[in-house]
């Protein structure tokens, strides 16, 4: 399962960055979940060439996210995720700073079936995020919440939310 995820995370990271001519940002994510599970997120996103219902209030864009999470846990029950989404973004107008609303759905893949005491009942989750923020420069900072499920698709199905503040900038 280990040698699965690593060659996961190193082909999702590499198919990323293998497009030229392609601006790649990096995200870092400090969070919680009400377990009291602290959680580090890393990631890289691409941003959609496209953007939707382009007003003066504001345009509906999004990008692709690969994210890699580590969760510390207590006594030993640490775990490590990598997750791919497509995500929605509604960015406000701006001349500096650009307010934005996001939210996706991608899927997730768990070295373990749980976190402390949560039984996810697989590997496999479903991975929906609901989160907001700001835009400056080539930078952005918000707060995300993200919710871990595996749809029912086996039982228990527990799941587990992780609440973030996460920094992103353009590489």
């Known amino acids: 399962m280990r040698i699965l995820m690593n060659s996961s995370i190193v082909g999702v990271l590499l198919a990323l960055l293998a497009q030229q001519a392609v601006a790649i940002d ?38 692709w996210d690969a994210g890699y999470t580590f969760w510390k846990g207590d006594k030993g029950s640490d775990n490590h995720s990598i997750s791919a989404s497509p995500v929605l973004v509604y960015e406000f107008n701006g001349d500096v700073f650009k307010p934005y609303l996001e939210a996706g759905i991608g899927v997730s893949l768990f070295k373990d079936s749980r976190v402390e005491d949560r039984r996810l009942g697989s590997s496999f989750q479903f991975e929906d995020r609901l989160g907001f923020g700001v835009r400056f420069y080539d930078q952005a900072i918000g707060l995300r919440a993200i919710h871990y499920s595996n749809g029912g698709l086996k039982k228990p199905n527990n799941g587990i939310e992780s609440y973030s503040l996460h920094y992103r900038i353009a590489l």
């Open 26 to 63: 990096f995200t870092a994510a400090l969070g919680r979940t009400e377990e009291s599970t602290s959680t580090l997120r890393i990631g890289l996103q691409k941003e959609f060439q496209s953007r939707w219902w382009q007003t003066d209030v504001g345009a509906l864009t999004g990008y």
